[in-house]
Nanobody
């Protein structure tokens, strides 16, 4: 089994910055893609950014130029640097990871979510 633990959410004013972290632990042989998603009240969960094991990144158009995803493979951790935050970025942010276990199978895991609120 694998656990993903997120941290770094909170309340920030428009134009401010936050950095989210998500650390994976458990039966991990390697991690393929990792990503961040978000879900605002009354809306479906949407992709924010993903990063492959080779550090190729992909972003939603709404966050391009403002957010940056990165990972530390030695720590099994993915980060999301969020700058120039807007009220419409308010949501619960979830990380996920495509994990290969020591016994060869792969599974996708999700974190519990961290609240990001952008408000003055």
């Amino acid at each position: 089994q694998v656990q993903l633990v997120e941290s770094g959410g909170g309340l920030v004013q428009p134009g401010g910055s936050l950095r989210l972290s998500c650390a994976a632990s458990g039966n991990i042989f390697s991690i393929n893609a990792m990503g961040w998603y978000r879900q605002a009240p009354g809306k479906e969960r949407e992709l924010v950014a993903t990063i492959t094991s080779g550090s190729t990144t992909n972003y939603a158009d709404s966050v391009k130029g403002r957010f940056a995803i990165s990972r530390d493979n030695a720590k099994n951790t993915v980060y999301l640097e969020m700058n120039s935050l807007k009220p419409e970025d308010t949501a619960v942010y979830y990380c996920n990871a495509d994990v290969r276990h020591s016994y060869g199978t792969t599974s996708v895991y999700w974190g519990q979510g961290t609240q990001v609120t952008v408000s003055s």
